[in-house]
Nanobody, 126 residues
């Protein structure tokens, strides 16, 4: 069982930056692929970024490529999402997700994840 707690959301002006953190419980964090998703009210949850066990493999949605960076610190059981050059269309609730994988891989679909955090609101004003 893994529990995930996100933090770091808030209100920022367009062009600004935020760093989201996701702290995970458990002693086997390094065997979990991690991902960030986002969701607007009434819309489907969409993939933002994913990272493999050791952080060797990352993958991004086209909409955030070049602006967002996912990283992880397995010693601290934490995954991060650095968000730069934020746009009003990045306004969503952001969720952290985890899934135990058999290899060093990224999971890009929400159905592929086992555990989810409670979400953190990111609002970008124009």
């Amino acid at each position: 069982q893994v529990q995930l707690v996100e933090s770091g959301g808030g209100l920022v002006q367009a062009g600004g930056s935020l760093r989201l953190s996701c702290a995970a419980s458990g002693r086997t964090f390094s065997t979990y692929a991690m991902g960030w998703f986002r969701q607007a009210p009434g819309k489907e949850r969409e993939f933002v970024a994913g990272i493999s066990w050791r952080g060797a493999i990352t993958y991004y949605a086209d909409s955030v490529k070049g602006r967002f960076t996912i990283s992880r610190d397995n010693a601290e059981n934490t995954v991060y999402l650095q968000m730069n050059s934020l746009k009003p269309e990045d306004t969503y609730v952001y969720y952290c997700a985890a899934v135990r994988t058999l290899g060093d891989m990224v999971v890009t679909t929400s159905r592929g994840y086992e555990y989810w955090g409670q979400g953190t609101q990111v609002t970008v004003s124009s």
